[in-house]
């Protein structure tokens, strides 16, 4: 069984940084593609980025390229969202999930696991 722990969430100023982490229990962490997540109210559930098990492929959003990064340390079962240059329009619930053998897609349908999700608010 494989389980994701989000944390990092908080509320912040437009302009701001937040980094989010997701820790992830259970064996062949290398093996999984992992990815955020993000979930507005009233909106569908959008991806955000995702990185394979190389941290050499790494896929984002359009409306984050540039401010957001995403990476993992597969020694610590760990992977983190960096957000510079928040906007208020980044408000959304953020979930990590992981795809065992994933491509980095962008489809939250394909991934197997989920987090609990962490709340992002930032303030114009």
Avoid: H
């Amino acid at each position: 069984q494989v389980q994701l722990v989000e944390s990092g969430g908080g509320l912040v100023q437009a302009g701001g940084s937040l980094r989010l982490s997701c820790a992830v229990s259970g064996r062949a962490f290398s093996s999984y593609a992992m990815a955020w997540f993000r979930q507005a109210p009233g909106k569908e559930r959008e991806f955000v980025a995702a990185i394979k098990w190389s941290v050499r492929n790494t896929y984002y959003a359009d409306s984050v390229k540039g401010r957001f990064s995403i990476s993992r340390d597969n020694a610590k079962n760990t992977v983190y969202l960096q957000m510079n240059s928040l906007k208020p329009e980044d408000t959304a619930v953020y979930y990590c999930a992981a795809e065992l053998y994933g491509t980095g897609d962008t489809d939250w349908n394909s991934y197997d696991y989920w987090g609990q999700g962490t709340q992002v608010t930032v303030s114009s």
